[in-house]
């Protein structure tokens, strides 16, 4: 049984029409969290029967992943914050890296992933957006200047949505479709943040960077 926010999530999808690709993909990143923690734990094994660490024996905890190790340790700031650069920019990528730093490349390179999937299923959303804004918009210009009650729109345009939208719409009708695009935005603002939320966490389990720093 699902519980939590989680439950709140796919209670709140819309299904009728199906919208369920345009949300944030909450499954995908459960498992991306999933992957980040199993990965963690094989890493402090190695980091316990090995002082030192070369990229034969990381990369085998990076396989399938799309995330890269082809990544150079350079100097921290004031907050401890690590960056990482392409080897092949900075000439200094290391041969072998201690445990804590293997810790703290894990981390940031983590960190990079997490951010890239965000970036792309913001992406995804604010495209769908989008277009049901101009939908809407649409429409609501077909309405300008009508009387209550107003005649149903006939749409001569060939897009499945915009038919959908054009066979019976009325002033409530198109009230609902607003309210549903208004309650689209929030579900998937609340995802996002709860996902930050749990990452950061995550992070700091194994005394990493929180997106928050």
């Known amino acids: 049984m699902l519980r939590g926010f989680e439950s709140y999530f796919y209670k709140s999808i819309?299904?009728?029409p199906d919208w369920?690709?345009?949300?944030?993909d909450y499954a995908a990143c459960k498992a991306k969290f999933k992957s980040y923690s199993e990965r963690r734990h094989e890493l402090q094994?190695?980091?316990?029967?090995?002082?030192e660490l070369t990229e034969e024996d990381l990369s085998p905890l990076y396989r399938g992943s799309a995330q890269r190790l082809d990544v150079a340790l350079t100097d921290t700031n004031a907050n401890?914050?690590?960056?990482?650069?392409?080897?092949?920019e900075t000439g200094n990528k290391p041969k072998k890296l201690n445990g804590k730093d293997a810790l703290r490349r894990a981390s940031a390179m983590e960190r990079a992933?997490?951010?890239?999937?965000l970036d792309k299923e913001i992406e995804k959303t604010t495209s769908f957006y989008s277009k049901e804004v101009l939908s809407l918009s649409e429409c609501i210009n077909k309405?300008?200047?009508l009387p209550p009650p107003v005649q149903k729109i006939q749409n001569d345009q060939t897009d499945k949505h915009d038919a959908k939208m054009g066979?019976?719409?009325?002033?409530?009708?198109?009230a609902d479709e607003i309210l549903e695009l208004f309650a689209f935005v929030v579900v998937n603002t609340v995802t996002l943040r709860q996902l930050i939320i749990r990452y950061d966490a995550f992070v700091r389990t194994f005394d990493g960077i929180p997106l928050s720093n």
């Open 14 to 16: 819309r299904t009728d």
């Open 20 to 24: 369920s690709e345009h949300y944030v």
């Open 45 to 51: 094994k190695l980091i316990r029967r090995k002082t």
């Open 80 to 88: 401890d914050y690590v960056k990482y650069e392409d080897a092949a």
């Open 113 to 117: 992933d997490f951010c890239d999937w």
């Open 143 to 145: 309405f300008d200047g």
């Open 167 to 174: 066979m019976a719409l009325d002033y409530e009708t198109l």
